[in-house]
């Protein structure tokens, strides 16, 4: 298996995504129905997603578009080549889901680390018609997410959310790799610390895809072992909705002597295949809405405006 080559963000990029996020924890924490709503469809606890760094990207007030639009510029991108407007960058609405630079420490008394990734999972409603559930900001470092300190084994699973859960649920027990699909190879600082650890227990979605990656990884790596799902369970995160025991499905895997917990940090490695780029609207979208409040082009001088989730119909946050 050859790593995937991942590179970081740079600094400009990072500090419109600390920017983001941390508007994004404000709105989400400013809405008591949308924590509750957090925990009750993803398992999440509040305390959990300020530990994470959950958010929620909203449009400006005001707009009837469920997306903002930046600068590229801002960001440090390049200009889009061929586009209408190359310095737009289109941001859809959604939970945001974060990545810290890779070996950095989450901890509740620890100084907010720098971010390397922004992953939105988009409402179903806007979906509807076509479009990727997830949408990553262009930009973004792509090695998988790896939450692990002491512990003896690595659960590897796709979803970021997910993993955050088995963090939550059993990372007394053990740590987790969130490759963000399934056929993301870990960069080389990943493969490297996973060569290291005595049993990566492979707990990827419950379908083909699936399947096929964990036949992979057992190629790849000979300390395995392979977590089956309940039938008709996709993945983690709905075992867990479906009333699943989390911590007694993983603790199956583990022999004995590791049941028992131990002292947590979280040691983040960040950056995985990414799925592909949804693309933003077509351009005649601009045509059509250019006149709305919020959608106006946004330059060099974008300004701030604070965001509040306060009013946002609950039906748009899918989790």
Known sequence: MKPRECEEPGLKWQNQALKYINQGKEALFNNPAALAKLERERGLTPATAELFNLGLLLPRPGDRLPCRFSSRKLWGLPPKSGAKRPDSLWLPRGLVISAPISGQVLTRDADQPGFSRMRIRRPAKDIENGGSKYFIIPGSGMAPLLLLDRQPAVVVVESELDAILIYQEVGDLVGVLALGNCSARPDQRTADKLK?????????????????????????YDHTERLSLPAGIKDPGELHQTGGNLQEWIKAALPSPWREPAKRLVHATSDADAEPETPPPPDDAWERFSEMPGCDYLAETETETPLSAANMPLEFMTF
């Open 196 to 220: 290291e650890l005595p049993l990566l227990i492979l707990a990827l979605d419950n379908d083909p895809a699936g399947d096929e990656a964990a036949d992979r990884w057992q190629n790849w």
